[in-house]
């Protein structure tokens, strides 16, 4: 039997991470969680609220006080049956959620959240350890056939869903690997990838088929394939990163944040680099952007043995601590100190940038300014630009298919998720912008059921 008045007698108590020293030596996962009987006590802290919160603030609507429960009960099977009813890989999320759920847990008023991330976590791990996660194999075969254009997280729950119903599945990814930016953008400290291999292996065991090194729309006619099939979905991604066009762009040494990260994974992995190898040994780096991506670039840089790294952000430090009963159950716009922070790097608020300044065509250095408006100088030899992706490509795939944009200039769907164009679907950060991998995985799982709708008249996908 549960106890729901664990938060009376236990703190909330989290995963600690390695010290500095050791993780920036290698590339490995900066986390120690907790031991499992740790957690189980943190699953006693659940209150069972009437309203659950923590579910509503979670986009998969994960059932929460259930698996909190069977966890703390030590019964991990029930536990994991559970969580996978509402979301498809929580080993991705239990990694690298916000965990919205934890700001709008109840407790995090008072008492500080739960750890549901952390339970979330030791569940899946639980899972695949014990042989629990198995492929999804269909019933049977509807003869109906897909082509998912993307294989970030959204195209790997819609084709989680709709091969487990039945319908052949294809999916597309441009590079060598599949995974979106779970393999090429958050780093391996964040995310290490056989966490994607094992889920893939499984997806393949149940008949889902993997086409990489093609760009749709550019090596492969979509318009054909438009044809030959019976149901399209775009999930590309938000690919085109905001830039900072001030004078000095142009020179050598300034680069977009993804393309940095993307190389260092290929390089840890021991992938094939093109064109010019980006590394930031010995150098003084800074990264425009404080946000997620601002971050991984920080512990990416350091990995590599940079001198020293600057982040710079243009928007005020924001308070350490919010009066949490102004902003529950939303998150707080408070201070935000990552594993990548903490291994050395100098934080500068309300900073603009005006102008990067070289010689010989190299970058030297920025001119900036802070809160005074006192323009100042400062020596770097490379800049990363985390500030954000603006949209999807044009080119290519869209143009071809001639699809209506929405304002902001991601690709534009009704409510049932279909593009301007019949039988082609959308969903992630192509449909939505720049998100998160948690909302990715939701719009997979809803776009799945519309194309099931779509294509058999009904569909008992739960979305
Ligand atoms: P993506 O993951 O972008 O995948 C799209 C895929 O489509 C890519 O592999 C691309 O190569 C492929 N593709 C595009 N066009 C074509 C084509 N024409 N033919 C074939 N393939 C094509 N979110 C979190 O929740 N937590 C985090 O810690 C986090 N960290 C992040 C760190 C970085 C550096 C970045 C950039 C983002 C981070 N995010 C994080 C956001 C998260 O990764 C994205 O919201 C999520 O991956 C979007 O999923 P998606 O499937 O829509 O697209």
Redesign the pocket.
Known sequence: MATIEGFKHHARKSYTLRPVELRIADHLDVYQPLSVKEIRIQASRCMDCGTQFCSWGCPLGNLIPYWNEHAQNGDWEEAYRMLRLTNNFPEF?GK???ALCETSCSLSIHHGAVTIREIEHTIIETAFKEGWVKPRYPKMRTGKQIAI????????TVADELNAVGHEVTV????TE??????????NF??EKYVIDRRIELMKEAGVKFVTG?????DMS?LKLEEEMDALVL?????IPRDLQVKGRELKGIHY??DY?SQYTMSVHGLEIEGEVISAKDKTVLVIGGG??GS?CIGTAVRQGAKAVYQYEIMPKPPEKADVLMTWPTAANTLKTTSSHEEGAQRFWSTKTHEFIGSEGKLRGVVASSEDGSEYEIAVDLVFL?MG?LH??RE??IEALSLELDQRGNVATDKKHMTSRKGIFS????RSG???????IH??RIVARDIDEYLMGDSLLRG
């Open positions: 999320t690298i959620c916000p254009i993307g294989s970030g997280p959204a195209g790997l597309y990814e441009r590079s599949v995974g979106g930016l779970l393999r090429f953008g958050i780093p964040k995310l093609v760009e749709v729309g550019t979509v999930t590309g991604g938000s690919t944040a993804v990260l997620d991506t991984d985390a992706f999807p490509a290519g795939m969903a992630g950060d192509m720049q998100s998160l991998v948690v909302r990715a719009e997979g």
